[in-house]
């Protein structure tokens, strides 16, 4: 093999291997992004499904308030 070839292969090699590396890279990248989505999906949902009680709550009628549960007047 000639030292132009063997060059030539060498780095043929190098630029694969720096891809693998970066591929590497991209799919951890991805999983993680999936993960977050999944993640914020969830949330989400979450916040939605409370929103949903509080208008039927709200919608039911007034609200009466336990007084046990106020504070106490200003002037106690």
């Known amino acids: 093999m000639s030292s132009d070839t063997e060059q030539r292969l060498v780095d043929l090699e190098m630029r694969v291997a720096f891809q693998e590396h970066a591929l590497g890279e991209l799919s951890d990248a991805l999983a993680a992004a999936r993960d977050e989505e999944a993640r ?37």
């Open 40 to 76: 914020n999906t969830l949330l989400l949902r979450r916040a939605l499904e409370e929103l949903r009680q509080l208008r039927t709550s709200l919608a039911a009628g007034p609200q009466m308030a336990d007084p046990a549960l106020e504070p106490p007047p200003p002037h106690y």
